[in-house]
């Protein structure tokens, strides 16, 4: 299969290419590489569909689960549960899932609603905490992913609303901050990197965000535009495209719906 990029960024792709959103679920694939035998707590669509990906092809040791209560050998697609399909390997109750985490044997990949330069998550509110303009989800379980296991981020839209100079409330911990306190609660502290629909960053040595990659058709001028503080593309090269195996997989196993174009926007 000759591979290209879509030049759209939603809809139904054009031949063989490879949409926005596919490109953004093989780069958060790649982000579970090497993770091991680990739980993935994968928060939203595109990264649900990349575990499970990442579990077919290049990490068949990675534990995914329905999205409720139960490990899958084979998951459903995405927007069923176990009912639907699939093989089961065990039932996980909400209460062993903390047992998990504070084993360190969790990888996580979640949202953000702010982030700064340093990797600090907001997911809380928006705005003076004693009066925010915008009330969110609250700091849920950001501090412990943060301090416990290996912590990514996707952002389905990459702007200067959220990425900000600052957080108005610290849920997941940055680098600035685990530095400063080197004690042993945060010794397991591991920010990977960030993935949205423009980009892949990682964390330069003093622990700032640094463009890895740009995906097809994205300038580095587009990633620093929509950046609410200075950012290195120097050493940006091109995020890579799936291969003809991913994109079947992702079109006819693990989404044959198309949820993944409904989150990454034009």
Known sequence: MNVSIDDRTTGEPTGTGATRAEVCITACSDAWRDSGEVLAHAVGIVPMISARLARLTHSPELVVNDGECFFMAEAPPLGETAAAGGVVESWVPFRLIFDILNSGKRHSMMGASQIDRYGNQNISSIGDRRTPTRQLIGVRGAPGNTVNHRTDYWIAHHSTRIFTESVDVVCGVGN????????????????????????VLGYDPEGHLAVRSLHPGVTAADVRDATGFEIDTSGAGTTRLPDARELELIRTVLDPTGMREREVRG
């Open 176 to 199: 600035d901050r685990a530095r400063r306190h080197p004690t042993q609660s945060l010794r397991f502290h591991d920010l990977g990197v960030v993935i949205t629909d423009l980009a």
